[in-house]
């Protein structure tokens, strides 16, 4: 079963442009993650975030927290076409001797020229 | 590091065949994760390892599924028998406890036909 719902569930955006993803969540988290996949391949990280942290900057990524709404969103500034791939949220919960990571449902984001 | 090792990296098979997706973690990781990926569900958690010890199975779809970790550096996921809607992309994705980030193999595409 999936913990995290994204939305939308494709973007298609102008290079230069910014991309917004949002993730909502259902239950409890020790921190939130943000992944890419190119078509065909596997998962990349890009960024995590803590609970007890509310923001988090790494380049041209810009992911916040809500832990009271239990939502997340990933800004990718001045996007370039190399961008375009699909990005998956996963929520990171301690669970019975081990962190379960589970992911949400993706986002498509298409950047064109 | 090479990174996670997973194979074989295609598998086509017949209905009712035993198959078995084999990977190796990246060294010094304590947590490995089983996933399966279709664009009807998504990415699914199957089941997930800490210290070889399998911690959650709850995502194992049927007890034609079964997982192993008999050492720090090897892993199996065996479907016996399979059947076609077993067809997926399955990842392998290991992480160090403590830092929370997965690191993806390439994925293993298999069809059964």
């Known amino acids: 079963s999936q913990q995290g719902e994204e939305d939308p569930q494709a973007l298609s955006i102008q290079e230069g442009e910014n991309a917004t993803m949002n993730c909502s969540y259902k239950t409890s988290i020790n921190n939130l993650q943000w992944y890419r996949q190119n078509s065909g391949r596997g998962l990349v990280h890009l960024i995590l975030i803590r609970s007890n942290e509310r923001e988090k900057h790494s380049g041209r990524l810009r992911v916040t927290l809500d832990t009271s709404k239990k939502s997340s969103s990933l800004l990718i500034t001045a996007s370039r076409a190399a961008d375009t791939a699909s990005y998956f949220c996963a929520t990171d919960a301690y669970a019975g001797g081990g962190n379960k990571l589970t992911f949400g449902t993706g986002t498509q984001l298409k950047v064109e020229l | 590091d090479a990174g996670v090792i997973q194979s074989p990296r295609h598998e086509v098979t017949e209905m009712g065949q035993e198959v078995t997706l084999r990977c190796k973690p990246i060294s010094g990781h304590n947590s490995l994760f089983w996933y399966r990926q279709t664009m009807m569900r998504g990415l699914e958690l199957l089941i997930y390892f800490n210290n070889n010890v399998p911690i959650d199975d709850s995502g194992m779809p049927e007890d034609r599924f079964s997982a192993k970790m008999p050492n720090a550096s090897f892993s199996t996921l065996k479907i016996q028998p399979s059947e076609p809607r077993d067809s997926a992309v399955y990842f392998c994705?290991?992480?160090?406890?403590?830092?929370?980030?997965?690191?993806f193999g390439q994925g293993t595409r298999l069809t059964v036909v």
């Open positions: 994705a290991s992480s160090f406890f403590q830092e929370a980030e997965a690191f």
